[in-house]
């Protein structure tokens, strides 16, 4: 069938389809004829003079020609093309001949002068000649017409991307570039594109980068991949990615690649960077910014012998409890806080918020106790006058202090100390400021033995168990999941994790502890599967030795199978911490290993590690969990909102589930509602449930 697209006034192809007609007119001797596109009643060619009639003739012509096509009476014993159908056309003086043709549906027709008679067997043979010509000039305007549109698509798509293709042909200097590599580096197209002249764009030490790039891969035929700064013609600042790779090609040797305009992407990362490294109420270091910082504090004081000292101090408002958090401050007094912390310390020193109520302070050049008095006493004396100017705020301050060397040589290690010693001062309220001892360490070491002989028995009992946090699509109000979550239910009291860190942390006992747990929680869906069809799935958290266990996949995919269960009917919920610190190949490759089986894998604590947004690209997570400290206080801070907006943009464009978590009033809800968040968890829907009550809460809906 002829069916010419819907292309613009300058089709070329246009003059040669009449040009065709004119020739099928001069074979028949007539000066109209022309081709009708029989199920449309459309006219798809004609010669010239049939083209200038007036718009109302052609229609009456065609409409005629189209009904007398279709009501013609056919003899059955000859070739439906060899039959005429004739009108009379007294409006241009003769008689219409047409000629079906089934094959392609369409109707070819001339208009004979008056007194001739239409032969139809030269009408036929010439429509057969001239056919074949048209049928070639549509094929080649549909593909016209399906390059246009490739090339209008391409160009969209340079357009969003920010992305254009170039080539060079390395013998005659040659450049190709699209119109977005132009636009890029704010050229026009003078046709006086040279590679000296794109050079002078990229500043030095830029320029020298590329060209070496480009002489290597010339040279090697190899490729390259650069990201650098350039100074477009007219003056602006950017930075471009380009990737090349050279081959010989029809003409020689060619480089060829893209560039792609990275300057909001880059931007944009250095946004996330901050925000993963600052806390965003009080513009804080974090506290993974932090340990960086000390890291860095170590290694100077290491080369330039130096000494200094690290606070970790713990704030509570004693006026202000919930039954949810505890002791907790509101955002306005944490920037009071941080500001008159940054009172009492000098420019060379680092304030970090660690967590909700803790903030860190490494003091550098603090040699001893006697030269820690000064700093303490300002801070003291801060303390003190927020209690005096708000009398409703009755701020308690425990402070835990370590020295380097002396009492540690490792960021980590110096760390734990002044954690040791902040736990500690929780127990003495009359002695709130305590500094790191051997006696304190020895404390610890056997608080630690305890627990952890307490632990062992515990084992035998069965008396650590899941609770299941329930996770809610806001949009139906139903639960969709749920977090379990390891409790120690001794005989006297239920025990949070985060009460007994020492157990879960130490290799064998922890282990052990997450080997019951899961037990649990594969029995307890088993149940739950019998008891109801809906879809959920359990989101069990594992440490880095669980997932590196050579065992860890053959004992959960066997224990999956002995309860008629899938892998997916659970999700492995990892933490930065589990990928930091291992080499990533391995950890990778474990990783995806498990992936390949059926398991999924979900980032927990998303956004407040250094490196999030290379490890959702870098590792097989089908979903991340936005960290609670973006959702407190989402509901009044716009960058806030901003943040997890556009956490949720990225990994919707990756096809990654999303999860706020730490909701805790329906002010928060209704804002992550508002920037598309539609999955959340915490304890506005629920405190973390035993089996039986969560169990109940699914049948319920």
Known sequence: MLDRPDLSDDDPFEELASSACNLLADSLGVRYCGIINADEATLRASSSEFYYLPDDVKRRIVDNLSDAVLTAEYDSDVTLSSQLITLDEPGLGGTLGALFFPETEVTVFSVAPAGRTIDPTRFRRAAVSALPILYRLEDLRTERHDLIKSANLLHHVEELAKVGGWEQTLASGRMLWSDEIYRMHGLEKDGNLTLDRVLALYPSPARERLTLELERAAAERSGFDVTM?????????????????????????????????VTSQMSAERRQWWAANHDTVTKLPNRLLFEDRLETAVLRARRDGRRFA???????????????????????????????????????????????????????????????????????????????????????????IAFYPEHATGGEELTRAAEMALAQSRRTPNDPVRIFDNQIANDVAKRRQTILARARDSLTKSEFVPYYQPQIDIETNQVVGAEALVRWQTADV???????????????????????????????????????????????????????????????????????????????????????GVDDQTLHDKISYLASSGVDFSLDDFGTGYASLIHITSFPVKEIKIDKQFVWGIENDRRKRAIVKGIIQIARSMGLHVIAEGVETVEQQEALREIGCRYVQGYLYAFPLPFAEFAAMLEAG
């Open 310 to 400: 690290v606070i970790i101090i713990e704030l509570a408002n004693r006026n202000h409890r919930t039954t949810m958090s505890g002791y907790t401050l509101p955002d306005k007094l944490m920037l009071d806080i941080s500001a008159r912390l940054a009172g009492v310390t000098r420019g060379s020193d680092t304030i970090a918020r660690l967590s909700l109520n803790e903030f860190a302070i490494i003091l550098s050049d603090v040699k001893d106790r006697e030269t820690l008095k000064p700093a303490l006493s300002r801070l003291q004396a801060q303390i003190a006058a927020m209690r005096r100017e708000d009398p409703g705020t009755d701020i308690v301050a425990n402070l835990g």
């Open 229 to 261: 700064p350039i100074r477009t013609a007219s003056g602006d600042q950017r930075i471009v990615r380009t990737v090349g790779r050279a081959e010989i090609g029809p003409e020689g040797p060619i480089i060829y690649g893209i560039t792609q305009d």
């Open 494 to 580: 239920l025990l949070d994790a985060k009460d007994f860190a020492y157990v879960l942390d130490d290799h064998e006992v922890g282990s052990a502890v997450g080997r019951s747990v899961l037990d649990s929680v594969i029995a307890d869906i088993s149940k739950l599967r019998t008891m109801t069809q809906r879809p959920f799935r359990i989101s069990v958290n594992a440490s880095r030795t669980e997932v590196l266990r050579n065992d860890f996949l053959d004992t959960f995919l066997e224990k999956t199978r002995n309860e008629n269960l899938q892998p997916n009917d659970f999700i492995i919920e990892i933490t930065e911490d589990v990928i930091i």
